[in-house]
């Protein structure tokens, strides 16, 4: 009986925990139920990928209105495999949120806070599970305005001036989205994802259609911090709370690249892209992202900024798959969505820890502390090496996707990029690595630091086992993505 | 013993990680840290030598583990040359294990903990690499292998520790995965496998156009064979205490690295696809010239442990030089060097390291008359320079001939010179220094009279490696059995 309403169920869920929590007294009641939320969300994720993994369809009409009148939720591997990567992440930060939030926030916003850490969810999963795209533009503003809120309760004053920043940014990208979709509904009358999908290619020559798409790409390019929209990130990462920057990191760039696969490759298909100059503007933009972002990465002094950056030009890889507009390379954006998912969520963990303890991210101030916090040392190097794509790690998976997706077009420039890439991180990495540990520690301002609490330990290397577990292991990882591949390009098969 | 071949590979390969988390735990007991290390190196050796027993009586033990990505699995399958390579890394472990009690205590070394448990995880992953029985898991075991050797090489902390691990990193990351991954890849989406198979996995599906291209790839992509110009974190790596300089960098760590070109040599492109498509025709002169540059610089330095790293570099070359060459006798001779040249070199630098903590000396001008002082340890100095020459009657004599040999059934005339000059050269930049030793007084108003011969478990170990160095001339048996059957095929 549950198992039918299961789609909407994980969308609901923390929509109605959301106005629970923000009546609840301030102190760890709301931490509680958001974590049991989060918990509940996430078993409902993996029995939704259980259930479309064999390659099936669910969809779900909302109030029991048929599609395309009535909003329909339609699952498919793809955005299953999203869902999962949003609630396993909230699922693992909650918990580590406890101390962390009450030392960074203070406790009269502390049921606030929460209350839109579960808007925030909310809208991150309406986005991946609805198959309708006006339904999807309000989920994004749901998602976008309780990140705006969460961003700025950071607890330097910069956070105020980030939080503004990516408002306007995420405004207009918003507001391009709003355009473009307007513009096709105008010119087929509909709203439903499928229906527009049926509609669109008698349409593909029409200037209309054509200003539509351009319009959502580039709204949906600034969500998601494609170079050169990405100004709002760095300041977004480095100054919001530490569990915000976790969870942002690790699921808010992921759906917006879920978004741009879907419209791409379900709404206006592959024979659209194909015919649009779409995919060079990507590669070339992800190619350049990637460079410039890894140098800049390098010259960060505080390690959240260095991290940011790095997320910048991780995007760049995910968007290059896009850009192959290939099996492969649909397969390798998937395969890193969830891998990257992991790393950098494991990496801004270990980062928080660092900063529940001394209170700063500065790469000078960190220094030395790899002795007195060796389990959150090693978590930071583990993270690095998937980062940089050791193998044994998830991040040489995606590597491998990646480059094999490039091999096949015979597009060499983009392999040596992605491999560049690579040589950049292990540099930024190592900036990290031997800041922490090779310099001396500042003896008398940390004379008393030791290992970050099991609390935030445990979530940290949860993410880091899951990093090396889904380096060895892709029955998960490519198996879906595999299966959502051949549905969002059926042509290719 | 009756234990299953596929239980001995498991506790070969996962005793010294065992060992690794034991050697944490027992941080403050230095005794029963050492003791465990002691322990599980001698199970490894007793393994190794059982699984050698196996192999050479024409079994092939597997372990077949898990599926990465489709097609591809982590597994192992011990062939000959694997055999040869754990053989010695697994037994030389043990007695660098011994010689490195002796050399940390008597040189006080900080953060010894840190020391053995890195070096146990570097010797699991140099064994899984020997193992290994595709490109993939070699890949793997290839990475973990220079990820877990960094903390050894920066051990000190000092700027200039950091500075040389930066260098270590940089070339034998940027090297993997710039060049060696794709080399993988491309073989990976050319052949559709990654299997080692004997006689190559290439024939018939890579153009031979571009067999060169990826066979470069795949030379200077492993760069812990120091083929130049990548051979500049070797040299760099000896900032490293003198035990991890003796057995990883002149065994497990680069022969790690030659022992992957042989099998790429060998198991992913096959010795006749190397000759007919003249894949090796120009990379040649890459390994001959750092046969000779490696020991021209080698004559310029005067610390005693960057004379052994150039000469490392120049031997390494040997071996790469055989492979490229791929006729039978060169691969069979580049196969035994692996192992002639591991006990020669260990050997040099167990003596180099017993200088340093007896006479605290590092520079060879330093050295006069030292070897009066330290006879035992400038006697195994001279019989593993005269053995690292190619004199007999010294093992490393046999690999020189059958390397020589190849290049004459190539009929690659040159190459035979380079050999031979590189031989004198050897001379003369290794006799100088035991002359020295034995033959010139100290300088003025130095008195060498306080400086004894190193603690006995430097001198024991010192004292097995150069007694192999002449059994190894007598009885090479064993290491040219598996290098032909390597080479040949079942």
């Known amino acids: 009986m549950i198992e039918a309403h299961l789609s909407l169920l994980l969308v609901v869920l923390p929509l109605l925990a959301a106005p629970v929590i923000a009546i609840l007294p301030n102190g760890r009641l709301p931490w509680a139920v958001s974590t049991l939320v989060s918990f509940a969300v996430f078993a409902m994720a993996c029995l939704q990928l259980i259930n479309v993994s064999t390659g099936n369809v669910i969809s779900y009409e909302l109030g029991g209105w048929a599609p395309p009148w009535g909003i329909e939720y339609r699952i498919d591997a793809a955005n299953a495999l999203v869902a999962l990567i949003v609630a396993a992440i909230a699922a693992v930060t909650l918990p580590y949120a406890l101390y962390s939030v009450e030392k960074e926030i203070p406790q009269k916003q502390l049921s606030l806070f929460y209350s839109a850490f579960m808007l925030c969810l909310t809208g991150l999963l309406g986005i991946t599970q609805t198959g309708d795209i006006f339904n999807l533009f309000v989920f994004l503003e749901i998602s976008s305005l309780s990140t705006y809120a969460l961003i700025s309760l950071g607890s330097k004053r910069q956070a105020l001036t980030a939080a503004y920043q990516y408002l306007i940014m995420g405004t207009i990208g918003a507001t391009f989205f709003l355009i473009g979709v307007g513009l096709l509904y105008a010119m087929t009358g509909t709203l439903n994802m499928l229906d527009l999908a049926e509609r669109l290619p008698a349409l593909t020559e029409h200037r209309t259609v054509q200003t539509g798409f351009a319009f959502i790409m580039v709204g949906f390019a600034l969500k998601l911090a494609l170079f050169p929209l990405h100004l709002w990130l760095p300041n977004a990462y480095t100054y919001a709370p530490s569990v915000i920057t976790v969870f942002l990191a690790a699921t808010a760039t992921k759906v917006a690249v879920y978004v741009m696969l879907r419209v791409m490759f379900s709404v206006f298909g592959f024979s659209f892209i194909e015919g649009s100059p779409t995919d060079e503007i990507f590669l070339l933009l992800c190619v350049a992202g990637i460079l410039l972002m890894s140098f800049y990465a390098i010259y960060q002094q505080d390690s959240k900024r260095l991290l940011a950056y790095s997320s910048v030009a991780q995007i760049g890889y995910m968007m290059l798959g896009l850009g192959f507009g290939s099996v492969l390379g649909v397969t390798a954006t998937l395969v890193h969505l969830f891998n990257h998912a992991l790393m950098k969520g494991a990496l801004f963990m270990a980062i928080g820890a660092i900063i529940y303890r001394i209170g700063s991210s500065n790469i000078d101030t960190m220094a030395g502390l790899g002795k007195r916090m060796p389990w959150t040392f090693a978590a930071i190097i583990i993270g690095g090496l998937s980062l940089i794509g050791v193998p044994g790690t998830a991040g040489f998976i995606s590597k491998w996707y990646l480059v094999l997706a490039a091999m096949e077009q015979q597009n060499w420039l983009i392999i040596g990029v992605i491999l560049i890439g690579s040589l950049l991180a292990v540099i930024y990495v190592w900036k990290l690595i031997e800041a922490l540990y090779f310099k001396p520690a500042n003896e008398t301002a940390h004379a008393n630091v030791n290992e970050a609490p099991l609390m935030l330990l445990i979530p940290t290397w949860i993410l880091v086992i899951a990093n090396i577990y889904f380096g060895l292991n892709t029955e998960l990882t490519v198996g879906t993505a595999e299966q959502a591949v051949k549905l969002l390009l059926p042509s290719a098969y | ?490």
């Open chain 2, 1 to 490: 013993m009756s234990m299953s071949s596929q239980t001995m590979i498991i506790l070969t390969l996962v005793l010294p990680l065992v060992a690794a988390v034991l050697i944490v735990l027992a941080d403050k007991k230095p005794n029963l840290r050492e003791a465990i290390t002691l322990i599980t190196a001698s199970c490894v050796a007793v393994l190794v030598f059982n699984l050698f027993l196996r192999v050479n009586a024409g079994e092939t033990p597997t372990l077949d583990l898990f599926e990465v990505i489709p097609g591809i699995r982590v597994n192992f399958s011990i062939e000959p040359l694997g055999m040869l390579f754990a053989l010695v890394a697994g037994t030389l472990w043990l007695v660098t294990s011994i010689y490195a009690i002796g050399y940390m205590r008597g040189h006080q070394e900080k953060n010894q903990t840190r020391f053995y448990a890195a070096f146990a995880i570097a010797i699991s992953s140099a064994l899984a690499a020997a193992f290994s029985a595709n490109m993939f898991t070699l890949f793997l075991c290839y990475e973990i292998l220079t990820i877990s050797t960094y903390p050894l090489v920066t051990h000190s902390g000092s700027a200039e520790a950091r500075r040389s691990g930066r260098i270590y990193l940089g070339i034998l990351l940027g090297t993997s995965i710039g060049f060696q991954l794709l080399a993988i890849l491309i073989t990976w989406s050319v052949a559709g496998t990654l299997d080692f198979k004997h006689g190559g996995i290439l024939e018939g599906k890579l153009d031979p156009a571009y067999a060169g291209m990826l066979y470069a790839l795949f030379i200077f992509g492993i760069g812990k064979a120091a083929v130049m110009p990548f051979h500049k974190w070797l040299p760099a790596a000896m900032v490293a205490p003198t035990p991890v300089s003796a057995l990883l960098h002149a065994v497990a760590v680069v022969k790690a690295g030659v022992f992957t070109i042989l099998k790429v040599t060998l198991y992913i492109f096959g010795s006749d696809f190397i000759t007919s498509s003249g894949a090796s025709d120009w990379l040649i002169w890459f390994a001959a010239t750092t046969v000779l540059l490696g020991s021209f610089i080698a004559m310029t330095k005067d610390n005693l442990k960057a004379r052994l790293a150039y000469s490392t570099v120049s031997q390494l070359s040997y071996i790469v030089l055989g492979a490229l060459i791929a006729t039978e006798m060169s691969l069979i001779g580049a196969s035994m060097h692996i192992a002639m040249h591991a006990f020669a070199k260990i050997t040099l630098f167990f003596a180099a390291g017993a200088i340093l903590v007896a006479a605290h000396k590092t520079d060879i001008s330093q050295m006069h008359g030292l070897g009066r002082r330290m006879p035992l340890t400038f006697v195994a100095f001279t019989i593993a320079s005269l053995s690292i020459i190619g004199l007999p009657p010294f093992g490393g004599m046999w690999s020189k001939w059958y390397l020589a040999l190849g290049t004459v059934d190539a009929e690659q005339w040159l190459l035979l010179g380079v050999f031979m000059i590189s031989s004198l050269l050897n001379i003369a930049y290794l006799l100088p220094i035991a002359v020295r030793g034995f033959f010139s007084k100290p300088a003025q108003g130095e008195s060498l009279n306080d400086i004894h011969e190193a603690s006995s478990p430097i001198l024991l170990a010192m004292g097995f490696t150069t007694l192999m160095c002449v059994v190894l001339f007598f009885y090479p048996d064993p290491f040219y059995d598996l290098a032909s059957l390597a080479v040949k095929g079942n």
